[in-house]
């Protein structure tokens, strides 16, 4: 899948703008989260924010303050990763955001589960 994805931003790395990255590509591959990232954002993070990161999982439905989707462009370019990290791990409340986003602290010393998390976000960046 990562092999396909290479070959999809091919046309990038042979221009040199591959960091090793590939954040600000100007075309995105898909994130393909694998291992505790993958099974967290599957059996979780979708049950509210959705397949596509619209927002509009099954348990958004009934949340005072629903979550905002991670397409909106402006919101992207307001956040920094560290943010994400910090609302991913400490939840919404740790950053002045609704308390309906929990907290996550079984990943607190997981930083490359939440490193994940944070990329699978920014993929919905449109
Ligand atoms: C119970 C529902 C629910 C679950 C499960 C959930 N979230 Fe959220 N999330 C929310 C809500 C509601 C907000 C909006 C909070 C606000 O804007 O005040 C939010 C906001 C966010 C934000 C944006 C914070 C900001 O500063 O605007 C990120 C990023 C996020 N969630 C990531 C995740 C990830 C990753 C997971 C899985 C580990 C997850 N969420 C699981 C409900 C949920």
Redesign the pocket.
Known sequence: MFRFSLLLIGSTILSGACGGQGEDAAVRPPVTLTGEAKV??DT??V???GNKGTGDGP??AP?A????SFGDAT?QGS?TDE??AK??VEG?KA?G??E???A?PDLANKKDVVAK?VKK?RSFRP
């Open positions: 967290k954002w979780l993070c049950t509210c924010h348990s958004a949340l303050v629903k979550p905002r919101w956040v943010h994400l609302v991913i919404g950053v955001k609704s309906l986003m929990p996550n998390l976000v």
